[in-house]
């Protein structure tokens, strides 16, 4: 039993507290109540989050880390017979250039290739178009 003896007032929650909890909803075989109750958030606040973030407007504010998988540069085939035109002489060549395009491959596969300079909020749109 809890007994309140001042003013009552709603619990504010950060978003990462959110997603955390929402993130438990994901493991197989968690009843929705069942985190309602071990959190004590009614199933209809869960309703509202898992709404909100579906929609992308509950999304972490800090990125965390993600695991990345570094992988080799693919070099193009060289042309039959080493025919074929002469590398310019003035430009350096493609490995030469710096890659400034960040790549993103979400767990179905799918590969997302964006500016290095991109916007935290272009970046959240994109992401949100491939989820819906």
Do not use: Y
């Not at 030469?96 to 290095?116: F, Q, S, Y």
């Amino acid at each position: 039993m809890e007994i309140i003896t001042g003013v009552e007032r709603r619990r504010q929650w950060r978003d990462e507290e959110k997603l955390r909890i929402l993130a438990e909803l994901n493991q197989p075989g968690v009843r929705f109540s069942e985190v309602a109750r071990r959190h004590d958030v009614s199933r209809g606040l869960l309703w509202q989050w898992r709404d909100a973030q579906r929609r992308g407007r509950l999304v972490a504010e800090t990125p965390g880390f993600l695991p990345v998988q570094v992988l080799p540069e693919l070099a193009a085939p060289a042309p039959p017979g080493g025919s074929g035109p002469p590398p310019c002489a003035d430009r350096p060549a493609v490995e030469d250039e710096p890659d400034e395009r960040i790549e993103i491959v979400l767990p179905d596969g799918t590969a997302v290739r964006v500016a290095a300079t991109i916007s935290a909020a272009n970046l959240r749109r994109v992401l949100t178009a491939l989820r819906a």
